[in-house]
Structures are given as structure tokens and as C-alpha cells.
């Protein structure tokens, strides 16, 4: 059910016809008491896209409230000038009207190709049947999550009882995957009793360790969003409560957005301890986890640990070859920086599998980090060499 689970919400779905084909482009997640509690994190990319600036805008102005998010697919309205702007806030206007909100208590996400004029009329002749046909069952939360998808191949959804609320939420991402924030869409709903300054501490600190800690191919996007509504209609949580059922959520997305990354065969998590610092771990697990030699490696499961070893020593963390330590799941391939004697058709089988796992221990302290990449094949070269 994901973004109507949570009690309060309604979503929709639906083919405005920004795609061709007749596939669906166009969603809804809403409020159905009207503007509630609203935080968002956004992509650090200097060249953000139009909708990011009018959400930003939209929550500065509200001081985080929301009614409603409107979320289209095939057009990112990412490098598109004034013109852009213009046209998300055309976007928001045209739900506002219809569900009886303010524009500023409507926030507004795009993903799709860069540098391509938003066709504006056509999400706007939608938006009243969008609107119209609106409900919380979890047929309509699917059709929500199915109208923001673009490469991927299937919807992502999650829900997660906290005890006294609920939490709900769907995400698409696929290509463009980097940390801060890994290029995605994402709207959290949540039932629990919090005012924005709270859900907004909530949010950053659940996005940190999840998706902030996820890297496919290094890109950073121009429309990485994740928007989180809260209804208040059921229980008041602690921050502790509230921040770590939100972080399952993003975690749970996070992994099926590396599961469903554009040619991936593998997800693997790069798991660094012993490093001086959690910030030093964090610098050697993202160098591995975004190293292309260590991700083609990946994609033949050769287990080849030098390109490993090369990474946590070029990463900037503090680092001493003599103290390294390099396993793949249970099989230990390097102590002391230096290969030793092991089962070499258990290593190769681990790597082999969809799920792997990647553990160094720098041996200098008590810094962990942990972060999800992919492998890098021929299924994504074939799938970013072209625009349509």
C-alpha cells in the first residue's frame, strides 16, 4: 500500500501523455486534511532543476507544510531557464485548485531526460481527473508509484509499522546514482504526531546513512528529491522513534534502487571498519564503492583485491598498508596488507551472487561506514548511450 498506508493520505496515478505510448507520467500523493507537517532533502547539484527550486521555495514560504506533492516522469524540466520555473509552478497550480490548497502548500518533483521544455498543458488538461480520481487503496498507491518510474523496471514500495504510526513511502531511481543525495524521487507518509522542525531533523538524519550512502555510477542528479508528509492522525513518536523507523524506510528503498539499478546483476555493501573516524570509513567505503575497476570486477566476480586495497589507500582517509585486512562475505583474502592463503572458489562464488558483501578493516580505530553500490556492465553503457 506505501504512501497510503499511512492514515491520511490518499495518491493516484495516471497517462497525461508526457511519455509516449500511453504509459503512466503522472502522480499524486495528498494530504486529505489539507496542508500538514513537510520536510524534504534535495540534491546538492549546483545545476538543480526547476521543480527542486519551486519546493524549496514552496516549503520556505509554508514553514514546512504541504497538502500535496505532484510528481511527473519522462522530463526532468532540468536546465530549462525561466521557462522552467514558469512551468513547475503551472505544475502545482494545477492541483491546487482542485484540492483546495494554496500553490505554495503544493511541492513538485520531476525526473526524466535534462534540457527538454516540460509540456505543461498536457499535465495540465490531466490534473483534474488526477485529482478526481484519487483514493488510498493499494491499487492507487501502486499507480503513484508506477507514474514516476523511468528506467527502472518496476515500482518500489515499503511500509513499516513504528508501533503507535505508521510510515509508508515509494521511490524510483535507477541511473544517475551518487551519494548526496543518489539521483531518486522519493515521498515518505507517516501518521505520527510531528511539527516540521522535528520531521525535518528526522528526515536528514534518515536519508544520511540510506541514501546518502548508496552509489550505481558516480552522477550526481539535478532532481533528487525525497519529501516527507506527516498527517498526524495517529501517535506522537520520540525523534529516536521516528527518525529510525524512517531510516528502515530509506534503507528498504535504497537497497531495491541498487537492486533495480540501470545493468546491475549484483548489489554489494562495502562495509569499512577500524577506520580513525566514522568520517574516515565513510571516505574509504564510498572510494570503493565507486570505483569503476572495483565495480567491473564485480560484474565478472573476480575477486581481484588490489583495486580494493588501491581505493582505501587513495581515498584520503588515514591509511596504513601494513594494518588492512580485505574479505568477501566470510572468505579473508588480505591481513596485514598483504594477500594470504584462502578458499578461492569461496570467494568466487560469494561474488557470484546477487547479494555481496565487501568488508575492510583499516585497522586504525573505531570509524564504521557502510555503503550499497553495483556492479558496471554492458546492460548500462547500452542503456546511457542514447537519449530515447
Not at 89 to 103: D, F, H, I, K, S
Amino acid at each position: 500500500m506505501s504512501v497510503t498506508w499511512a492514515r491520511g493520505f490518499v495518491a493516484n496515478g495516471a497517462a497525461a501523455g508526457i511519455k509516449p505510448g500511453g504509459l503512466a507520467d503522472l502522480a499524486l500523493v495528498a494530504a486529505v486534511s489539507g496542508a500538514v507537517p513537510a520536510a524534504a532533502t534535495f540534491t546538492t547539484n549546483k545545476s538543480c532543476a526547476a521543480p527542486v527550486v519551486v519546493s524549496r521555495a514552496h516549503l520556505a514560504a509554508t514553514a514546512g507544510r504541504a497538502a500535496a506533492v505532484i510528481l511527473n516522469s519522462g522530463c526532468a524540466n532540468a536546465a530549462t531557464g525561466a521557462a522552467g520555473l514558469v512551468a513547475a509552478e503551472r505544475m502545482a497550480t494545477a492541483v491546487a485548485g482542485p484540492l483546495g490548497a494554496g500553490v505554495e502548500e503544493v511541492l513538485v518533483c520531476s525526473t526524466g531526460l535534462i534540457g527538454f521544455a516540460l509540456p505543461i498543458e498536457t499535465i495540465e488538461a490531466a490534473a483534474p481527473a488526477l485529482v478526481g480520481g484519487r483514493g488510498r487503496s493499494p491499487d492507487h498507491a501502486t499507480a503513484a508509484a508506477t507514474a514516476i518510474l523511468t528506467t527502472d523496471t518496476h515500482p518500489k514500495q515499503v511500509t513499516r509499522d513504528g508501533g503507535t504510526f505508521r510510515v509508508g513511502g515509494m521511490a524510483k531511481g535507477a541511473g544517475m546514482i551518487a551519494p548526496n543525495m543518489a539521483t531518486m524521487l522519493a515521498v515518505l507518509t507517516t501518521d505520527a504526531q510531528a511539527s516540521p522542525e522535528v520531521l525535518s531533523a528526522a528526515l536528514s538524519r534518515a536519508v544520511e546513512g540510506t541514501f546518502n550512502a548508496l552509489i550505481v555510477d558516480g552522477c550526481t542528479s539535478t532532481n533528487d528529491t525525497v519529501i516527507v508528509l506527516a498527517s498526524g492522525e495517529a501517535g506522537a513518536p520520540s525523534p529516536a522513534e521516528l527518525t529510525a523507523t524512517l531510516a528502515d524506510v530509506c534503507a528498504d528503498l535504497a537497497y531495491q534502487l541498487a537492486a533495480d539499478a540501470e545493468g546491475a546483476t549484483r548489489v554489494a555493501e562495502i562495509r569499512v571498519v577500524g577506520a580513525a573516524s566514522d568520517a574516515d570509513a565513510r571516505l574509504a567505503a564510498r572510494a570503493v564503492a565507486g570505483s569503476l575497476l572495483v565495480k567491473v570486477s564485480l560484474f565478472g566476480a573476480d575477486p581481484y583485491w588490489g583495486r580494493i586495497v588501491s581505493e582505501l589507500g587513495a581515498s584520503g582517509a588515514a591509511f596504513d598498508p601494513d594494518r588492512v585486512r580485505v574479505a568477501y562475505g566470510a572468505t579473508t583474502v588480505v591481513e596485514e596488507g598483504v594477500g594470504v592463503a584462502h578458499d578461492a572458489a569461496a570467494a568466487a562464488a560469494h561474488l557470484a551472487g546477487s547479494d555481496v558483501e565487501i568488508s575492510c578493516d583499516l585497522g586504525l580505530g573505531s570509524g564504521t561506514a557502510s555503503v550499497l553500490t553495483t556492479d558496471l556492465g554492458h546492460a548500462y553503457i547500452d542503456e546511457n548511450m542514447r537519449t530515447s
